[in-house]
């Protein structure tokens, strides 16, 4: 796999992780502030993953996304 989609994938985690984190500090909360904090979190999440789904999307139409290759390979051997 190439770095810049193994770099993607460990983005898209990140963002999983980012929105959890969010999550668990809004249950947590003790004060107004916490919220703000953990709601900009949950909402940089969301822009990074539209962001890099956007690139994931951009390198499978460009068929470089290991599985796009493997997929239009087996099309060509039909």
């Known amino acids: 796999m190439k770095t810049a989609n193994e770099i993607l994938i460990k983005t898209l985690q990140l963002t999983e992780k980012m929105v959890e984190l969010a999550d668990l500090g809004d249950e947590a909360r003790q004060d107004v ?46």
């Open 33 to 78: 502030g916490c919220g703000v904090l953990y709601g900009l979190l949950r909402d940089s999440a969301f822009k990074i993953r539209k962001l890099a789904e956007q690139e994931k999307q951009d390198h499978i139409r460009r068929g470089a996304w290991p599985e796009q290759k493997e997929i239009r390979k087996a099309k060509d051997r039909r």
